[in-house]
Nanobody, 123 residues
């Protein structure tokens, strides 16, 4: 079970930090990821962090701007988003892959999903 929070309205160039609170498991037990879906577009993987070594992966368009991290003591996964652009506007979802130790950005590999949090980048 995962619950996202931290979305909102921000101006271009601004920052937001999304949080994913996990329950029923520890965040270092499974690979976890952030996906997003904009209106009329397919869901796309934004970033993931692997269970085994904490390796990370990013969508090319967010590299250098977004950072995924996890806090095992709080059982949380975060997505720090800096330099936000209007094209980052989407509903952002936290997802859990219970099968693989290494993470990827393919949605079908993820078993559990949160309800999503809206991020809107607009002036």
């Amino acid at each position: 079970h995962v619950v996202e929070s931290g979305g909102g309205l921000v101006q271009p160039g601004g920052s937001l930090r999304l949080s994913c609170a996990a329950s029923g498991f520890t965040v270092d037990r499974y690979s976890m990821a952030w996906f997003r879906q904009a209106p009329g577009k397919e869901r796309e993987g934004v970033s993931c962090i692997s269970a085994m070594y904490g390796d990370t992966s990013y969508l090319d368009s967010v590299k250098g701007r977004f950072t995924i991290s996890r806090d095992n003591t709080k059982n949380m996964v975060y997505l720090q988003m800096n330099g936000l652009k209007p094209e980052d506007t989407a509903v952002y979802y936290c997802a859990v892959d219970t099968l693989r130790d290494f993470c990827g950005l393919v949605s079908r590999e993820y078993d559990y999903w949160g309800q999503g949090t809206q991020v809107t980048v607009s002036s």
